[in-house]
């Protein structure tokens, strides 16, 4: 037997890069045997879960029967809360899922898809995995250039990412530059604003593309309840779009791909806005915390609008994100980003952050 397997891969997949998350505490307890390590590497809300969707593993009703596949209560939940019909809405494992759905059911091998350099890493993974080609427009200080990215559409561009605000770089396209941005694409390309947080986004100038979906019947716009949310673990997200192309995503979808727990929690977290409210105060104070240690040691960062930041090492970035995890600390390296020198530091409960600040001064001044 020596069929070379890997030669099974159809091109697209030949040349994938599989996803490469945050490294998990257990693994660095197994490999250097430390404890109390924190992770800052997912963006993950340091407060947890809501204590109304953390309620419902008291009562999780009949896990022996297949969830509502069609989630009514939670779909019927999102509809009120964002002002759109329940037909608009596609629930995700994950946000990540509609980014797959939304590829599988447009694009073929002939199509191309445009991103922005330095944009969240499952871009590239669903475009390359359909074998559709990756059109991936520079950066202008480390921000997507919408001006660039409308000027990449060819006949053949069949879909558009948005990140915003971005992950890894926090970075934010305006009210009216993201507006221009829709206003001149053509109609038959979809673009996908993916608004994982925002939440975490309060500046005056961030617009919600929700309030924009009667306007732009191409506009597919994502959330999540992984990240403000805090309920990463139980993988749900979801996207609104115009009916039709909802329709589109509908069909490609596995018939249960949403657990029974993540519908009832999502719909509770919902309802929690007093969690809400303690996240978004913790990550401004937090993200405070971090830039005020950035100055004082003199090192740059790109700002950002997210629960997360990108600060300039000026040097490997792995290096001292290696010597942190000897630290007990656990943050991202983002050289696979096309930013070599930078870590993204995710933002932590206060003594968290403090963990971090005293341990980077001290891999950098042993250094
Ligand atoms: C985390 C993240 C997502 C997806 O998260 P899910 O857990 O799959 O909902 C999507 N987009 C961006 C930019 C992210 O950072």
Same mark, same amino acid.
């Given at each position: 037997?020596?069929?070379?397997?890997?030669?099974?891969?159809?091109?697209?997949?030949?040349?994938?890069?599989?996803?490469?998350?945050?490294?998990? +505490?257990?693994?660095?307890?197994?490999?250097?045997?430390? !404890?109390?390590?924190? !992770?800052?590497?997912?963006?993950?809300?340091?407060?947890?879960?809501?204590?109304?969707?953390?309620?419902?593993?008291?009562?999780?009703?009949?896990?022996?029967?297949?969830?509502?596949?069609?989630?009514?209560?939670?779909?019927? @939940?999102?509809?009120?809360?964002?002002? +759109? $019909?329940?037909?608009?809405?596609?629930?995700?494992?994950?946000?990540?899922?509609?980014?797959?759905?939304?590829?599988?059911?447009?694009?073929?091998?002939?199509?191309?898809?445009?991103?922005?350099?330095?944009?969240?890493?499952?871009?590239?993974?669903?475009?390359?995995?359909?074998?559709?080609?990756?059109?991936?427009?520079?950066?202008?200080?480390?921000?997507?250039?919408?001006?660039?990215?409308?000027?990449?559409?060819?006949?053949?561009?069949?879909?558009?990412?948005?990140?915003?605000?971005?992950?890894?770089?926090?970075?934010?396209? $305006?009210?009216?530059?993201?507006?221009?941005?829709?206003?001149?694409?053509?109609?038959?390309?979809?673009?996908?604003?993916?608004? @994982?947080?925002?939440?975490?986004?309060?500046?005056?100038?961030?617009?919600?593309?929700?309030?924009?979906? %009667?306007?732009?019947?191409?506009?597919? &716009?994502?959330?999540?309840?992984?990240?403000?949310?805090?309920?990463?673990?139980?993988?749900?997200?979801?996207?609104?779009?115009?009916?039709?192309?909802?329709?589109?995503?509908?069909?490609?979808? $596995?018939?249960?791909?949403?657990?029974?727990? %993540?519908?009832?929690?999502?719909? @509770? @977290?919902?309802?929690?806005?007093?969690?809400? !409210?303690?996240?978004?105060?913790?990550?401004?104070?937090?993200?405070? $915390?971090?830039?005020?240690?950035?100055?004082?040691?003199?090192?740059?960062?790109?700002?950002?609008?997210?629960?997360?930041?990108?600060?300039?090492?000026?040097?490997?970035?792995?290096?001292?994100?290696?010597?942190?995890?000897?630290?007990? +600390?656990? +943050?991202?390296?983002?050289?696979?980003?096309?930013?070599?020198?930078?870590?993204? &530091?995710?933002?932590?409960?206060?003594?968290?952050?403090?963990?971090?600040?005293?341990?980077? !001064?001290? &891999?950098?001044?042993?250094?």
């Amino acid at each position: 037997m020596s069929c070379d397997l890997l030669q099974l891969a159809t091109p697209g997949v030949a040349s994938l890069q599989p996803y490469e998350p945050g490294k998990p +505490v257990e693994d660095l307890e197994r490999e250097l045997g430390l !404890k109390n390590i924190i !992770k800052l590497a997912s963006n993950e809300n340091p407060l947890g879960s809501s204590p109304k969707a953390m309620a419902i593993l008291n009562n999780p009703g009949d896990l022996a029967r297949y969830p509502d596949g069609n989630g009514f209560r939670l779909k019927a @939940a999102l509809a009120e809360y964002h002002g +759109v $019909q329940a037909e608009q809405i596609t629930l995700g494992n994950g946000s990540n899922e509609i980014l797959e759905l939304i590829a599988r059911a447009i694009l073929t091998p002939a199509h191309e898809v445009i991103f922005s350099e330095h944009a969240f890493a499952v871009y590239p993974l669903v475009t390359q995995a359909i074998g559709a080609r990756a059109v991936v427009v520079p950066a202008k200080n480390h921000s997507h250039d919408p001006h660039a990215m409308v000027a990449a559409v060819t006949s053949n561009s069949r879909l558009m990412f948005v990140a915003n605000p971005n992950n890894p770089t926090g970075t934010w396209l $305006q009210r009216p530059e993201l507006r221009q941005l829709l206003e001149s694409v053509p109609d038959d390309l979809i673009v996908v604003v993916d608004e @994982a947080y925002f939440d975490y986004a309060q500046e005056p100038d961030y617009p919600n593309c929700m309030e924009w979906l %009667a306007d732009f019947p191409n506009l597919l &716009v994502t959330r999540t309840f992984s990240k403000a949310y805090g309920l990463a673990g139980l993988r749900i997200g979801y996207g609104v779009t115009h009916r039709d192309l909802a329709d589109l995503l509908n069909r490609v979808r $596995q018939p249960f791909n949403i657990n029974s727990l %993540a519908l009832a929690c999502a719909e @509770a @977290a919902l309802q929690d806005s007093e969690h809400m !409210k303690r996240t978004i105060s913790n990550n401004q104070s937090g993200m405070r $915390q971090l830039i005020d240690a950035f100055n004082t040691l003199g090192l740059e960062y790109i700002p950002s609008t997210g629960n997360f930041i990108c600060v300039d090492m000026k040097r490997p970035g792995r290096e001292i994100y290696n010597r942190l995890l000897h630290e007990g +600390v656990i +943050v991202r390296p983002v050289d696979n980003y096309g930013l070599p020198n930078h870590l993204r &530091v995710t933002i932590g409960r206060e003594e968290e952050n403090e963990r971090f600040i005293k341990a980077l !001064k001290k &891999v950098i001044g042993d250094s």
